[in-house]
T-cell receptor, first 112, second 114 residues
Framework: DAGVTQSPTHLIKTRGQHVTLRCSPISGHKSVSWYQQVLGQGPQFIFQYYEKEERGRGNFPDRFSARQFPNYSSELNVNALLLGDSALYLC???????????FGPGTRLTVL | EDQVTQSPEALRLQEGESSSLNCSYTVSGLRGLFWYRQDPGKGPEFLFTLYSAGEEKEKERLKATLTKKESFLHITAPKPEDSATYLCAVGGANYGGSQGNLIFGKGTKLSVKP
């Protein structure tokens, strides 16, 4: 079975632009979570969606938003990019009856 | 405040030299402690879930153990391919498959030299 997939792999943007990152969960997984990982740190929680509803939000500004589609894929949007938004953005999916989250390969975002 | 602290930050071992990584946690109502392996520039790879004190899980050269305040990842006779960053995470009191988030430590970067 295919694992969690994310696109694009790498992205370079300039300050003030916006970006959309995409994630497809493992088949059968209905929950998708987004994390931000800056160099040298552990992943930090941004959002969780389950059955197209937001179930959790981390301590991130309103410039960050997300949504989940009927096929359980998800998008993370970041507006008005700042240099500090440069990071590896990770998507994870899970089954509702299990606690384990399985991560995709990530999208490396560089803001210049 | 829920918190996860990992030590050491970095660990250099010779091939075959066994050691342990530590994960200390503070959480109001543990709903699982998770170990992941992460290679540079890649997403974390799931290794183990532990739920209660005294529980142990093994996979090849890795064994994870859990107490009420910390978890250890024991690496027996490591090989160079075990080199990676090992992340520890906890699910808090409200954590479950349909809600909640994982709280991660900063990780331990393990280097195994031949």
């Amino acid at each position: 079975d295919a694992g969690v997939t994310q696109s694009p792999t790498h992205l370079i943007k300039t300050r003030g632009q916006h970006v959309t990152l995409r994630c497809s969960p493992i088949s059968g997984h209905k929950s998708v979570s987004w994390y931000q990982q800056v160099l040298g740190q552990g992943p930090q929680f941004i959002f969780q969606y389950y059955e197209k509803e937001e179930r959790g939000r981390g301590n991130f500004p309103d410039r960050f938003s997300a949504r989940q589609f009927p096929n359980y894929s998800s998008e993370l949007n970041v507006n008005a990019l700042l240099l500090g938004d440069s990071a590896l953005y990770l998507c994870a999916s899970s089954l509702p009856s299990y606690n384990e989250q399985f991560f995709g390969p990530g999208t490396r975002l560089t803001v210049l | 405040e829920d918190q996860v602290t990992q030590s050491p930050e970095a660990l250099r071992l010779q091939e075959g030299e066994s050691s342990s990584l530590n994960c200390s946690y503070t959480v109001s109502g543990l709903r699982g402690l998770f170990w992941y392996r992460q290679d540079p520039g890649k997403g974390p790879e799931f290794l183990f879930t532990l739920y209660s004190a005294g529980e142990e899980k093994e996979k090849e050269r890795l064994k994870a153990t859990l107490t009420k305040k910390e978890s250890f990842l024991h690496i027996t006779a490591p090989k160079p391919e075990d080199s990676a960053t090992y992340l520890c995470a906890v699910g808090g009191a409200n954590y479950g498959g349909s809600q909640g988030n994982l709280i991660f430590g900063k990780g331990t970067k393990l280097s195994v030299k031949p």
